[in-house]
């Protein structure tokens, strides 16, 4: 942190690109699914694509693994075409959400089969499953039946299975969705150790922003089969670029505000924006929104954007309330503060202007 609390950005060395996607165009009966995407993967990088059901996600996904062909574009891997590869020549391997286990082998043989598939030679078959089986900490379980496995345990075996294969990406198809809550959370924890411990590329597949956010080195978020942002799951959060992309990733007020002389106005709110002269829309976290410091009557400090309104709905969350706060003229915020207590009736909010972050109401690119 630096001394206005701010994260001291990272320094970061060159990055080594492993996959290329440019200008990829995907259709179904005619309807477009995925148009024009192009991103860079780096190597040993975890990727996250985010989106909500029809974003186009899985398909980019299949479009890596060869299990579907581009209508028009390329992917490379370290700069030769993948695309034009068969599926099993890639050195990509998939984990997909049914986990897809053989139940009538034995957990040991099940990460074996693709070894045995390959023609790898036998010798070498025991040592591989052996060592992947101990990266996902499965050894003990090596002659279980699946029947026997809970649906952690059946993850990680499709995860060794995966990892048996030595892929340079390794892809995830919403892995994690069929576990519950608590498992899922646990299973978070392990999946990021896990890449890091191996080194290889993962990309990641879900409709969860939570997830996302915990997992990824990066966060490519698919809107109808566009990109609307790719960044850092911090950056996302903070500095999102579209109205859209603040609203899926966590909650947001919309501010919707005319911006005259550096001055952004948004109803009963003022506070100082360096951006263009014009309508704007920007985002403010609950979070960013607080009860006022300032002496009744005082006049706010430079920066900081000072309103009023009446309290019409508190949660109890712990720590932090969820207020919901009624500012007049159909202006409702909703504000998470540290819990102070009931709250009724007019009270007075602020927040630092640079915590509004100016986004475009348009699509992705």
Same mark, same amino acid.
């Given at each position: 942190?630096?001394?206005?609390?701010?994260? @001291?950005?990272?320094?970061?060395?060159?990055?080594?690109?492993?996959?290329?996607?440019?200008?990829?165009?995907?259709?179904?009966?005619?309807?477009?699914?995925?148009?024009?995407?192009?991103?860079?993967?780096?190597?040993?990088?975890?990727?996250?694509?985010?989106?909500? %059901?029809? %974003?186009?996600?899985?398909?980019?996904?299949?479009?890596?693994?060869?299990?579907?062909?581009?209508?028009?574009?390329?992917?490379?891997?370290?700069?030769?075409?993948?695309?034009?590869?068969?599926?099993?020549?890639?050195?990509?391997?998939?984990?997909?959400?049914?986990?897809?286990?053989?139940?009538?082998?034995?957990?040991?043989?099940?990460?074996?089969?693709?070894?045995?598939?390959?023609?790898?030679?036998?010798?070498?078959?025991?040592?591989?499953?052996?060592?992947?089986? !101990?990266?996902?900490?499965?050894?003990?379980?090596?002659?279980?039946?699946?029947?026997?496995?809970?649906?952690?345990?059946?993850?990680?075996?499709?995860? !060794? #299975?995966?990892?048996?294969?030595?892929? +340079?990406?390794?892809?995830?198809?919403?892995?994690?969705?069929?576990?519950?809550?608590?498992?899922?959370?646990?299973?978070?924890?392990?999946?990021?150790?896990?890449?890091?411990?191996?080194?290889?590329?993962?990309?990641?597949?879900?409709?969860?922003?939570?997830?996302?956010?915990?997992?990824?080195? +990066?966060?490519?978020?698919?809107?109808?089969?566009?990109?609307?942002?790719?960044?850092?799951? +911090?950056?996302?959060?903070?500095?999102?670029?579209?109205?859209?992309?603040?609203?899926?990733?966590?909650?947001?007020?919309?501010?919707?505000?005319?911006? #005259?002389?550096?001055?952004?106005?948004?109803?009963?709110?003022?506070?100082?924006?360096?951006?263009?002269?014009?309508?704007?829309?920007?985002?403010?976290?609950?979070?960013?929104?607080?009860?006022?410091?300032?002496?009744?009557?005082?006049?706010?400090?430079?920066?900081?954007?000072?309103?009023?309104?009446?309290?019409?709905?508190?949660?109890?969350?712990?720590?932090?309330?969820? @207020?919901?706060?009624?500012?007049?003229?159909?202006?409702?915020?909703? !504000? #998470?503060?540290?819990?102070?207590?009931?709250?009724?009736?007019?009270?007075?909010?602020?927040?630092?202007?640079?915590?509004?972050? #100016?986004?475009?109401?348009?699509?992705?690119?």
């Amino acid at each position: 942190m630096n001394a206005s609390g701010s994260p @001291v950005p990272v320094e970061r060395g060159p990055v080594e690109v492993l996959l290329s996607i440019q200008k990829v165009e995907k259709q179904f009966a005619g309807r477009p699914v995925l148009c024009g995407i192009s991103l860079d993967v780096a190597s040993g990088e975890f990727l996250t694509i985010l989106g909500e %059901s029809g %974003s186009g996600k899985t398909t980019l996904l299949r479009l890596i693994a060869g299990f579907e062909h581009l209508d028009s574009g390329e992917i490379r891997m370290a700069g030769e075409r993948l695309d034009q590869i068969p599926a099993h020549r890639r050195e990509v391997n998939t984990v997909f959400q049914s986990y897809a286990i053989f139940p009538h082998l034995s957990v040991f043989e099940n990460v074996a089969y693709g070894l045995r598939a390959k023609s790898v030679a036998r010798a070498e078959i025991p040592p591989r499953v052996t060592q992947a089986l !101990a990266m996902v900490k499965m050894s003990e379980f090596s002659q279980s039946a699946p029947s026997r496995l809970s649906g952690g345990q059946q993850q990680r075996v499709a995860l !060794a #299975r995966a990892l048996v294969n030595r892929p +340079r990406v390794l892809l995830l198809d919403e892995p994690l969705s069929a576990l519950d809550a608590n498992l899922r959370r646990q299973m978070q924890v392990e999946l990021k150790s896990l890449q890091r411990e191996v080194g290889i590329t993962f990309i990641f597949v879900t409709h969860d922003q939570e997830e996302a956010m915990a997992l990824s080195d +990066r966060v490519a978020l698919l809107r109808a089969g566009r990109l609307e942002q790719v960044a850092e799951p +911090r950056e996302i959060y903070g500095q999102p670029a579209t109205a859209y992309a603040a609203q899926f990733i966590g909650q947001t007020n919309l501010l919707r505000a005319e911006v #005259r002389d550096g001055i952004a106005n948004a109803g009963p709110m003022a506070w100082p924006s360096a951006g263009p002269s014009g309508a704007a829309t920007f985002s403010l976290r609950p979070e960013a929104i607080r009860l006022s410091s300032a002496p009744q009557g005082a006049r706010p400090a430079g920066g900081t954007a000072h309103f009023h309104g009446r309290v019409q709905n508190q949660t109890f969350g712990g720590a932090m309330d969820l @207020v919901e706060i009624d500012c007049g003229n159909s202006h409702i915020l909703r !504000a #998470r503060i540290p819990s102070p207590g009931p709250l009724v009736g007019q009270q007075e909010f602020e927040f630092a202007a640079s915590d509004a972050v #100016r986004v475009r109401e348009g699509g992705g690119s």
